[in-house]
């Protein structure tokens, strides 16, 4: 009846019904996907014909990886029998008036605290229920709406940073103590002391490996952000 996708994982078929109506069909279902690695897309795709299925998604909470409510996130239908849905966690989402770059560079910055570290341990359950369209309909366009929202704000955001790029150029000498500056900020959360050297505190190579990878994905989401970055920062 439905299949579920994440980008770089097998093909998802084990849904398990979680309700059973008077004719013994089932109306909702669920798949539990272990939220280790990270992910903030899914692909589902549904056949029965003549029926809607609305989507929810339940997201381990990224400072405990408890489960959080289920929420609203799409829906499938004749028109649409497949589709990609983000299930990014609203408390680290643009929502909260940060961009999706500020939110890498806090990433960055913060090393293990963020939530694709700290509830790796956590699932996410996507739930799939069997509705009349015009139980769907209002949903979607909440939904539509909240999207044009966080659009509207992250184009603000977006305008009011470029504005400030233009105040004048960042000299080497200040955006290598930037980059120097994020890499310490990272790797110090990855500190441990060496007793075989004098007790000084070693960093896995490996740590510098994921703060390069890190740092690379930001510069690609968003090239002039260490220009705006505070000058006083480390």
Request: with cysteine; charged share 20%.
């Amino acid at each position: 009846m439905f299949s579920v996708v994440i980008p770089g994982r097998p093909c998802l078929t084990d849904i398990v019904p979680v309700d059973s109506q008077p004719n013994g069909q089932a109306t909702k279902f669920a798949f539990t996907i272990p939220f280790n690695p990270p992910f903030t897309d899914i692909a589902a795709l549904f056949s029965p014909p003549n029926t809607g299925a609305a989507i929810y998604a339940q997201l381990p909470d990224p400072n405990t990886g408890n489960p959080t409510d289920f929420r609203f996130i799409g829906a499938l239908a004749n028109e649409r029998p497949s589709g990609f849905f983000n299930v990014r966690n609203p408390a680290s989402s643009n929502g909260t008036g940060r961009t999706e770059a500020e939110e890498e560079d806090e990433m960055l910055d913060e090393g293990s605290s963020n939530l694709a570290s700290s509830a790796t341990n956590g699932v996410v359950t996507l739930g799939i229920s069997i509705e009349a369209a015009d139980t769907i309909a209002p949903q979607l366009s909440a939904l539509e709406a909240e999207r044009a929202q966080e659009k509207s704000n992250s184009t603000a955001l977006t305008t009011q940073s470029g504005s400030n790029a233009q105040q004048g150029p960042i000299s080497t000498k200040v955006l290598a103590q930037r980059i120097i500056g994020s890499a310490f900020n990272f790797l110090a959360s990855f500190a441990e002391s060496d007793p075989s050297n004098k007790g000084h505190d070693v960093v896995p190579l490996k740590s510098f490996r994921d703060w390069w990878t890190k740092f690379e994905r930001r510069i690609e989401m968003d090239p002039t952000f260490l220009e705006r970055a505070d000058p006083n920062a480390n």
